[in-house]
């Protein structure tokens, strides 16, 4: 897709996400987030985010405000017209659930940009900052995390969600431990070592901090 533009590549991740990934790739919103993130860069969008405070704070009005009133209809067993594709041999597939997740995502997104420029947002990006370095060590072990302490707490589908909420909290505590600690003695996460070492076809350097880095 690195041929695309940014508004073409905006529209194939529209697609993707209201229609292809849900019903043909059977991927969920996956593939269409990641064309998001390709269209959103090519459109410059990350490097005006910090010039569009103003943008950014009715973006996360607009975006909770969908979050709310999806959820809200899903509680009711509301079905609005226009929110299902055909999925198969006379079945249908509801995209409320996946547009309620999009929606919740870009507006958690929007109010972590927001409060980020607040007093709190030094002590903020110090949690942060660690854990966005090792992303993909810290996705894989939510993952895994998730799975062997979900049944040991009794959590066997989504509708449980006030352990779900308190495993996923529990998990990003520890992970905004350890990811500090383990900076301390390394440059990357063992994800991102082993990411590296395929990338470049080499072993790469992971004893000591990353050069520039105050974590």
């Not at 079905?79 to 594709?85: D, Q, R, W």
């Not at 350097?205 to 974590?215: D, K, L, N, W, Y």
């Given at each position: 897709m690195s041929y695309l533009g940014g508004r073409a590549?905006?529209?194939?991740?529209?697609?993707?996400?209201?229609?292809?990934?849900?019903?043909?790739?059977?991927?969920?919103?996956?593939?269409?987030l990641l064309a998001l993130?390709?269209?959103?860069?090519?459109?410059d969008v990350p490097a005006a985010l910090d010039r569009r405070t103003g943008r950014v704070a009715v973006a996360f009005v607009v975006f909770t405000a969908l979050a709310a009133g999806w959820v809200a209809l899903t509680?009711?067993?509301?079905?609005?017209?226009?929110?299902?594709?055909?999925?198969?041999?006379?079945?249908?597939?509801?995209?409320?659930?996946?547009?309620?997740?999009?929606?919740?995502g870009l507006a958690y997104c929007c109010g972590l940009l927001l409060a980020l420029r607040t007093p709190v947002g030094p002590a903020l990006s110090a949690v942060l900052s660690p854990m966005g370095r090792m992303a993909l060590t810290n996705y894989l072990s939510a993952t895994v995390l998730?799975?062997?302490?979900?049944?040991?707490?009794?959590?066997?589908?989504?509708?449980?969600?006030?352990?779900?909420?308190?495993?996923?909290?529990?998990?990003?505590?520890?992970?905004a431990v350890w990811s500090?600690?383990?900076?301390?003695?390394f440059r990357y996460g063992p994800a991102e070592w082993v990411w590296r070492c395929l990338t470049w076809w080499r072993p790469a350097?992971?004893?000591?901090?990353?050069?520039?880095?105050?974590?």
């Open positions: 590549a905006l529209v194939v991740a529209v697609l993707l996400l209201l229609v292809g990934a849900q019903v043909v790739v059977g991927y969920g919103p996956i593939p269409g993130g390709y269209a959103l860069a090519k459109l509680l009711r067993g509301i079905e609005p017209p226009f929110v299902s594709v055909v999925g198969g041999p006379g079945g249908r597939v509801s995209l409320l659930p996946p547009l309620a997740g999009i929606a919740t998730f799975l062997l302490a979900g049944p040991l707490l009794g959590i066997d589908g989504t509708d449980d969600l006030p352990r779900i909420v308190g495993l996923t909290v529990g998990i990003l505590v520890v992970q500090r600690l383990w900076l301390r003695s350097p992971i004893r000591g901090r990353a050069v520039g880095s105050s974590t």
